[in-house]
């Protein structure tokens, strides 16, 4: 007797039309298949689905050139489907889950015709974790096949986890004929459910990253009692050995992977690897928070990774460990057959391809590898990768950082005086935006705990769900906001950042040990500058100064900001961030 999986997958199939159905077991003999047929047999275009690099000088590493209108998320033609709009609040856009459901089937009827339908048996998290879920993806490329197998632990053991249950995570994915009019990404909370068409690009097609592990699991988590947050996850190891662990919320393109690959500037200070993207957040048996990252790959933008910026993800992307690397919408240097992007380094090669695949010399209008081009590379072949990435409880966290993209107003950084008020300081978290999403860039937008575009509910009850959580944590983690991006007067970063944000972080890390003090302002607590270490670093005083400065004057169109975000949650808003508000305007009045 078929079992419910088998039952779900065989109405899919009806419906989708493809000519076969695959079953993968995420093993390394499949992927290498895969990577051939998507070099041999399928394309996009023109173009096949995967190109062979270097794999002298980029072990493991292909090429994929997406369609030109399908580059980057598409938030506006994602939607969450709760039965009522209220449940979905101002944050996201919603559809009634019966007009999504037939708006869908019509486009997915005969969707898969001529291609083959892989049935992607997956797990985010540890599979002995009590914290991670058992998924199934059903797509149509080889590209979101082999992407699914870095990202997330790819296994047929997962079949028998699910055996006879019907509550597993279903995701039903298929590139359609590529027309951004009949693209749509649908989610379906209550079922567990996320329904993609017309897009191959990473987060509207690999199911298992931004729709189940932040929309969908941040649901979950609202219903279960934990948070799933678009955090990194990292462990700062000091002089003596010891570890402190702490998550930190950045939008896209803010630095995160960089943060969470740290190079350390400061002698005997180490960061250890444990996520770039997501974290799942669980009270543990002890009262602390609890982190583990369910995936187990790096979804990252290339243009400005460098030697310089982050060179352990260079060594990462070199790495031979786990197959295979992706590169996707980064330019080709002919003569050596390598990726290339803009800030990689200095020499423009001769002989470039654009994203596109077309011949690029500067000065050209647009960039030779498309701003949001990105590599898919498995977090195992990171030389940082932290000894508890596979320990089933994950990690107890000591700290939160919430940051953004300003370039004025908002110090390098700011310590909460409690659970509380640092869930009033996310909630306000603005940031310019980047290429990363559909936008004018460096258009200021708030984005409380960058999670804007994922959370899969009401954020007005988000922000209560967080304040739940700290009255129900014995240990609650400080929570910090942070802002590498300050500028000058003349518009150039005044903190020199990448590495050097370790001196950032060991102030962070001495503040939940008690051994270092603070200076209160109407923000939060900032460090006495005698506390920050700043040896070797050339920064004049004035400018040191800035990066802490408030003035109160600056803030009146912020707070008015702000207060207009506020309002549109209306009743859903807690009173205690109302209060916290209230409380920072009178205090920028005392200047």
Not at 21 to 50: H, T
Not at 93 to 122: F, I, Q
Not at 332 to 360: A, Y
Not at 516 to 527: D, F, K, Q, S
Request: aromatic fraction near 10%; include cysteine; charge should be neutral.
């Amino acid at each position: 007797m078929a079992t419910p999986l088998e039952k779900w997958v065989e109405e899919q199939a009806k419906l989708c039309q493809p000519d076969k159905v695959y079953w993968c077991d995420g093993s390394e003999e499949e992927a290498r298949r895969l990577i051939e047929i998507g070099m041999k047999k399928e394309k996009i275009g023109d173009n096949p689905i995967f190109q062979e690099l270097n794999q002298n000088l980029w072990p493991n590493a292909y090429l994929h050139r997406s369609h030109p209108t399908d580059v980057a998320r598409t938030e506006h033609l994602t939607f969450v489907c709760h039965p009522d709009k209220d449940t979905a609040g101002p944050n996201n856009n919603w559809m009634h889950p019966d007009e999504a459901k037939e708006k869908m089937r019509k486009l997915s009827n005969g969707c898969m015709k001529g291609r083959t339908m892989y049935v992607l048996p997956y797990m985010m998290g540890h599979p002995d974790s009590p914290y991670s879920k058992a998924c199934i993806q059903l797509t149509d490329v080889s590209y979101v096949a082999v992407s699914m197998r870095i990202m997330t632990r790819m296994t047929k053991k997962v079949i028998e986890k699910i055996g006879n249950r019907d509550d597993f995570v279903k995701g039903l994915h298929s590139v359609g004929d590529f027309d951004p009019n009949k693209r749509f990404i649908m989610h379906f909370p209550d079922e567990h459910f996320v329904w993609s068409i017309g897009s191959g690009y990473g987060g509207n097609a690999l199911l298992g990253k931004k729709c189940f592990s932040l929309r969908i699991a941040s649901y979950l988590g609202l219903q279960e009692g934990w948070l799933a947050e678009h955090m990194v996850i990292l462990g700062i190891e000091d002089p003596e050995g010891n570890i402190t662990y702490i998550t930190a919320a950045m939008p896209s393109a803010c630095g995160k992977t960089n943060l969470a690959m740290l190079q350390s500037t400061l002698p005997g200070y180490k960061v250890w690897t444990l996520g770039d993207d997501i974290a799942w957040l669980n009270i543990g048996p002890d009262g602390r928070l609890w982190a583990i990252n369910p995936e187990t790959g790096l979804f990252g933008v290339a243009p400005g990774t460098s030697l310089k910026t982050n060179p352990n993800m260079l060594i990462t992307l070199k790495g031979k460990k786990f197959y295979p690397t992706l590169f996707t919408n980064t330019a080709l240097n002919v003569d050596t057959n390598e990726p290339w992007w803009e800030g990689l380094d200095t020499n423009i090669p001769k002989n470039l391809l654009d994203w596109q695949g077309k011949p690029w010399q500067p000065p050209a209008e647009t960039k030779a590898a498309h701003p949001n081009s990105r590599f898919t590379v498995s977090i195992y072949n990171s030389p940082t990768l932290s000894k508890e990435f596979d320990n089933p409880k994950g990690v107890p966290i000591s700290a939160i950082i919430l940051g953004g993209r300003r370039t004025q107003l908002i110090p390098l950084v700011v310590e909460a005086f409690d659970w509380e008020h640092g869930v009033f300081s996310g909630a306000r978290t603005g940031s310019e935006t980047t290429a990363a999403a559909i936008h004018k860039e460096g258009v200021l937008r708030r984005d409380p705990m960058a999670m804007l575009p994922f959370c899969g509910y009401n954020m007005g009850d988000y922000f209560r769900h967080w304040l739940n959580i700290g009255k129900r944590l014995k240990h609650p983690p400080k929570i910090y906001t942070v802002n590498w991006f300050r500028s000058d007067d003349e518009g150039k970063f005044i903190w020199p950042g990448f590495g050097e944000n370790i001196r950032v972080l060991k102030w962070i890390v001495e503040r939940t040990q008690n051994k270092v003090g603070a200076r209160e302002t109407p923000l939060g607590n900032i460090p006495h500058l005698k506390d920050l270490n700043l040896d070797g670093l050339d920064i004049p005083e004035a400018k040191l100064n800035k990066l802490f400065e408030i003035n109160p004057n600056q803030w009146q169109n912020e707070l008015a900001d702000i207060k207009k975000f506020f309002e549109q949650f209306g009743q859903h808003l807690p009173e205690e961030l109302w209060q916290h508000y209230y409380n920072l305007e009178k205090a920028l009045q005392r200047g």
